[in-house]
């Protein structure tokens, strides 16, 4: 069974522009969350999205938006970059929704320059 | 605020010892704890949990302990390894219909020969 999987794993970006992150999540997971993780601050919940309905959202400025397909596939985006954006985007899957029990991938690391 | 606080943000632990990590929690939605390992250049990896209903959960070498009246919880670990050298994070799940989880900034355990 695959796990989850992210792309781009690296990206470079200056600031002012944007950025899409994919996720695929594990075959049969509907739960689909994404955590920016920094030094400083540590994992920061972004969002939540079960079948395809975002279920939660985090304490982020409108330029992060995110989205579920309906194979379970999601997306985040971030406009007009800031430097501050600089992180790893890690994305999770949960089988159950409603267990915290998630399976994470390897992440996008982002850089803005 | 649910919070989920980690005071020591490092620990050192010979091979074979036993590792204690702490952690401390603010309104509790749930009273449903997790802790997850993360190894670098890799996503978070889920170890434990333990709810509300138990004061102890064990597995393998793996043990959390849960006091409600301190609105404390720790992971033991007997014995410790080298490999289980990473960050570990605690983590409190929201509600009991979602998989958001509010992290603990981690604690970096490095176990040494």
């Known amino acids: 069974k695959a796990g989850v999987t992210q792309t781009p794993r690296y990206l470079i970006k200056t600031r002012g522009q944007q950025v899409t992150l994919s996720c695929s999540p594990i075959?049969?997971?509907?739960?689909v969350s994404w955590y920016q993780q920094t030094p400083g601050q540590g994992l920061q919940f972004l969002f939540e999205?079960?079948?395809?309905?975002?279920?939660n959202k985090g304490n982020f400025p409108g330029r992060f938006s995110g989205r579920q397909f309906s194979n379970s596939r999601s997306e985040m985006n971030v406009s007009t970059l800031e430097l501050g954006d600089s992180a790893l985007y890690l994305c999770?899957?949960?089988?159950?929704?409603?267990?915290?029990?998630?399976?994470f991938g390897e992440g996008s690391r982002l850089t803005v320059l | 605020d649910q919070q989920v606080k980690q005071n020591s943000p490092s620990l050192s632990v010979q091979e074979g010892r036993i590792s204690i990590l702490n952690c401390d929690y603010t309104?509790?939605?749930?009273?449903?704890f997790l802790w997850y390992k993360k190894y670098p250049a890799e996503g978070p990896t889920f170890l434990i949990s333990?709810?509300?209903?138990?004061d102890k959960n064990e597995d393998g070498r793996f043990t959390v302990f849960l006091n409600k009246s301190a609105k404390h919880l720790s992971l033991h670990i007997v014995p410790s390894q080298p490999g289980d050298s990473a960050v570990y994070f605690c983590?409190?799940?929201?509600?009991?219909?979602?998989?958001?989880?509010?992290f603990g900034t981690g604690t970096r355990l490095q176990v040494f020969p």
């Open positions: 075959s049969g997971h509907r739960s």
């Open positions: 309104n509790s939605m749930f009273d449903y």
């Open positions: 999770a899957s949960g089988a159950e929704g409603n267990t915290g029990e998630l399976f």
């Open positions: 983590a409190d799940i929201q509600s009991n219909n979602t998989d958001k989880l509010i």
């Open positions: 333990i709810s509300s209903i138990k």
């Open positions: 999205y079960f079948s395809e309905t975002q279920r």
